[in-house]
Each structure stands twice: as C-alpha cells, then as structure tokens.
T-cell receptor, first 112, second 115 residues
Framework: QKEVEQNSGPLSVPEGAIASLNCTYS??????FFWYRQYSGKSPELIMF????GDKEDGRFTAQLNKASQYVSLLIRDSQPSDSATYLC????????????FGKGTHLIIQP | ETGVTQTPRHLVMGMTNKKSLKCEQH?????MYWYKQSAKKPLELMFV???????ENNSVPSRFSPECPNSSHLFLHLHTLQPEDSALYLC??????????????FGPGTRLTVL
C-alpha cells in the first residue's frame, strides 16, 4: 500500500518567516514528488516538483528530497498571508501515466 | 479556454438519477485522470486514461463509469449513487513521454452532492 504522510496542522507561521512543510512516503519505488497548493474551495495548483536528491529552488519556494530517508519538504521563504492554504504532497512511481499518491495535506496559516 | 475545464461546477442529484461530469483539457496532453476528494481524506485516484485507453481502475464501484472519446475529453457517468459519494470530483491531465515527470494539472472540480 503506497502511502504519503503529512502533518495535517494547522501550522501557524508569522508573516515574513520561513514556513517548513514536511512529507514522508512509503514506496521506495517513488521517483518524483510534487507539491500542490490548494485554497479553500479551489482545486490543487502545482507549485513545483523534484526528482533528484537535494534542493530545488523556484522563487520563494525550495523543495528538498532525501530518498534514503524517504522524506520530502517544502520551504516557503518570506511567507505572505496569501500563502495561507493547504499544501498537498504527492508521489509518483514513474513508468508512464500513473495516478499520483497524495497525502492529506498540511493546513498552513500565515499570521499578519 | 485554457488549461483544464470541468462542467458542471456544482451538481445535486438524487440517488436514482443519472448524470455525467465532463472534463476537457486544452494543454495537448495525452493522459487524463479522475480523482475524488472527500473531507479529511487524501485525494483518491479513480481512473487513468493514457492515449484514450484506460490503464487504471482503482477499485471504483460500477456506479461510476468513465468514458474517454479522445485525448482531450473525459467523462464520468454517474448512476444510482449513494450519499457517501458526495465529494469534489477532480479531473487532471499530464503529458506522459520519455523524460517527462507526469506533472498533473487539475481542473476546477465538480462539487457533487447526492441526496
């Protein structure tokens, strides 16, 4: 059974600080990992993905992957109130058109 | 239209009704997906279509019937649903080729309520 685990939160972070979101996965065959942002009442929006060990930066966002520990994280620098949302972590086993395995998501609140 | 569109956005139906959800992707992708999102649960994969062929049916009850007439359109036909089927139904698409990473883009979803 493939599983992706996230702390549901809420995670409360002051405006301007770094928000750190974490995710673990059970399937060692997972090859790529995705972070989606979902505002209340809206659909998931892809923020970034990562497939190599280490860090990947895109603007204020940094994804980190550690395959040995089966651990993925998302850092949001200079957090803004507009970053308040639920963040979904997803894993893909690769090999073609596969459904992604999602975690339940972490509810992030940025306090002004 | 751009991205992935879904209609209707909201649907209320009785347990004996038959209805269909429609999804259209304008991204030139070759794979499409149906997911179900219920409160307090992770997104659940329902069906996968790759080049119009169904490649995955994730143990979904037969009261849900998918149809993919071409690589841009995906339907989910609903009949004799149960109240526990009330959820947000999300369609997604991706381009699956050698070297791609299955980035899936979601439509706005259909909020389904079964009475």
């Amino acid at each position: 059974q493939k599983e992706v685990e996230q702390n549901s939160g809420p995670l409360s972070v002051p405006e301007g600080a770094i928000a750190s979101l974490n995710c673990t996965y059970s399937d060692r065959g997972s090859q790529s990992f995705f972070w989606y942002r979902q505002y209340s009442g809206k659909s998931p929006e892809l923020i970034m993905f990562i497939y190599s060990n280490g860090d990947k930066e895109d603007g204020r966002f940094t994804a980190q992957l550690n395959k040995a520990s089966q651990y993925v994280s998302l850092l949001i620098r200079d957090s803004q109130p507009s970053d308040s949302a639920t963040y979904l972590c997803a894993a893909d086993s690769g090999g073609g058109a596969d459904g992604l395995t999602f975690g339940k998501g972490t509810h992030l609140i940025i306090q002004p | 239209e751009t991205g992935v569109t879904q209609t209707p956005r909201h649907l209320v139906m009785g347990m004996t009704n038959k209805k269909s959800l429609k999804c259209e992707q304008h991204l030139g992708h070759n794979a499409m997906y149906w997911y179900k999102q219920s409160a307090k649960k992770p997104l659940e994969l329902m069906f996968v279509y790759n080049f119009k062929e169904q490649t995955e049916n994730n143990s979904v009850p037969s009261r849900f019937s998918p149809e993919c007439p071409n690589s841009s359109h995906l339907f989910l036909h609903l009949h004799t649903l149960q109240p526990e089927d009330s959820a947000l139904y999300l369609c997604a698409s991706s381009q699956v080729t050698s070297g791609s990473w299955n980035e899936q883009f979601f439509g706005p979803g259909t909020r389904l309520t079964v009475l």
